[in-house]
């Protein structure tokens, strides 16, 4: 059912919280520059405080993944993204002096780190 051993991970973990979820529930349409495309988030969850979040896990964060990334963000400003990492402080490449938590902190999203708690406090009920 899930895409990567990590999607699966968190899933447990959101359960294991009691926290309802959706996996892969919507697809978000965006226009990459010359060309529509189709998004669809890994997991869409309610928190706590009944917010709603499309949540978008990554082991790796590849060039194509930032891009449509931010091309979502910037044209469904009133979605909720976060990006939540298996280990944010990788570099976005090789020698690069940035890792993916501080590109996605540059970029505007919310972030998590999974390997710094897990499953974020704020999306546990």
């Given at each position: 059912?899930f895409?990567s051993?990590?999607?699966?991970t968190?899933a447990?973990?959101?359960?294991r919280?009691?926290?309802k979820?959706q996996y892969?529930?919507?697809v978000?349409h965006f226009?990459?520059p010359?060309k529509a495309?189709?998004?669809?988030?890994?997991?869409?969850?309610?928190?706590?405080?009944?917010?709603?979040?499309?949540?978008?896990?990554?082991?790796k964060?590849t060039?194509?993944?930032?891009?449509?990334?931010?091309?979502?963000?910037?044209?469904h400003?009133?979605?909720?993204?976060v990006i939540?990492?298996?280990?944010?402080?990788v570099k976005?490449?090789?020698n690069s002096?940035?890792?993916?938590?501080?590109w996605?902190?540059k970029?505007?999203?919310?972030?998590?780190?999974?390997?710094?708690?897990g499953?974020?406090e704020e999306?546990?009920?």
């Open positions: 059912m895409k051993k990590f999607e699966r968190v447990q973990g959101l359960r919280h009691g926290i979820f892969e529930p919507e978000v226009v990459q010359q495309r189709k998004y669809t988030p890994d997991f869409r969850i309610t928190t706590k405080a009944g917010d709603v979040l499309l949540v978008e896990t990554k082991g964060l060039l194509e993944d930032r891009q449509k990334l931010e091309w979502v963000k910037e044209q400003p009133k979605k909720r993204l939540l990492f298996m280990n944010a402080s976005i490449r090789k002096p940035t890792n993916y938590g501080e996605a902190t970029a505007g999203f919310t972030w998590f780190d999974f390997r710094r708690g499953i974020p999306w546990r009920i």
